[in-house]
T-cell receptor
C-alpha cells in the first residue's frame, strides 16, 4: 500500500472555478513533488519542495499555485484553468533531494477534467 | 533541450525476455531510474543506475552506459502481471529536476 495519499481522486471543474488538490505522505520524507501526466506525453515535473521550501519550478503557469505547509503535506491550488490542463496530477515524495538515488514514491493521482 | 527516447510499445509472450531501451540527452546526468505504471495506477520505482554497468533485482535488470547516453531495462521470465508502462527518468545536475521518458507500453501475451 502506498504511503502517499491524494484527494480528491477525481475532479471536474469549470474554467472559472477555484479548487485545491491535496497530497499527504506518511513516510517521513523530506521532499515532495507535483507532476502532470497527460495522454501521449511524458510525466512533467511541475514543482519540487525540500523541507517545505520550493526548490524547483519548471515554468508552470501561475494558474497553478503550490503550497507546502509542512514536510508531510503538499497542496496544488488551481484557478482559472484551461481545458488543456485536464490531466492526471501525481504527487510524489522522496527521502531527500540531495541523494542521486532518490527513489520517489507516488500517490494514486487526481484525475482532473476542466470543462 | 532535455529529452529521453523509448520505444512506444513492446509485445512479448509469457516466459520470454524483453529489453526496453532508453537514450537520453540532458544538460546534466545524475543517474537513470526506471518506473513501472499499471493502467490506473501510480508509478512505482524499479531500479536505479548511477554508474555504468548492470544492476540486477530479481527478474528485472537495468543497464547504463554513460558514454553512450543509453540504458535499458531487461525483464526476464515475463508474467502477465508485467503488462504495464515502463518509464526511464534522468535526474540532471540542476537542482532536483527529473526528466521522464515518454514511456514504453509492454503487453505480455499468454
Amino acid at each position: 500500500e502506498t504511503g502517499v495519499t491524494q484527494t480528491p481522486r477525481h475532479l471536474v471543474m469549470g474554467m472559472t472555478n477555484k479548487k485545491s488538490l491535496k497530497c499527504e505522505q506518511h513516510l517521513g520524507h523530506n521532499a515532495m513533488y507535483w507532476y502532470k501526466q497527460s495522454a501521449k506525453k511524458p510525466l512533467e515535473l511541475m514543482f519540487v519542495y525540500s523541507l517545505e521550501e520550493r526548490v524547483e519550478n519548471n515554468s508552470v503557469p501561475s494558474r497553478f499555485s503550490p503550497e507546502c505547509p509542512n514536510s508531510s503535506h503538499l497542496f496544488l491550488h488551481l484557478h482559472t484553468l484551461q481545458p488543456e490542463d485536464s490531466a492526471l496530477y501525481l504527487c510524489a515524495s522522496s527521502q531527500e533531494t540531495g541523494s542521486p538515488y532518490n527513489e520517489q514514491f507516488f500517490g494514486p493521482g487526481t484525475r482532473l477534467t476542466v470543462l | 533541450g532535455q529529452s529521453l527516447e523509448q520505444p512506444s510499445e513492446v509485445t512479448a509472450v509469457e516466459g520470454a525476455i524483453v529489453q526496453i531501451n532508453c537514450t537520453y540527452q540532458t544538460s546534466g546526468f545524475y543517474g537513470l531510474s526506471w518506473y513501472q505504471q499499471h493502467d490506473g495506477g501510480a508509478p512505482t520505482f524499479l531500479s536505479y543506475n548511477g554508474l555504468d554497468g548492470l544492476e540486477e533485482t530479481g527478474r528485472f535488470s537495468s543497464f547504463l552506459s554513460r558514454s553512450d547516453s543509453y540504458g535499458y531495462l531487461l525483464l526476464q521470465e515475463l508474467q502477465m502481471k508485467d503488462s504495464a508502462s515502463y518509464f526511464c527518468a534522468v535526474r540532471d545536475n540542476y537542482g532536483q529536476n527529473f526528466v521522464f521518458g515518454p514511456g514504453t507500453r509492454l503487453s505480455v501475451l499468454p
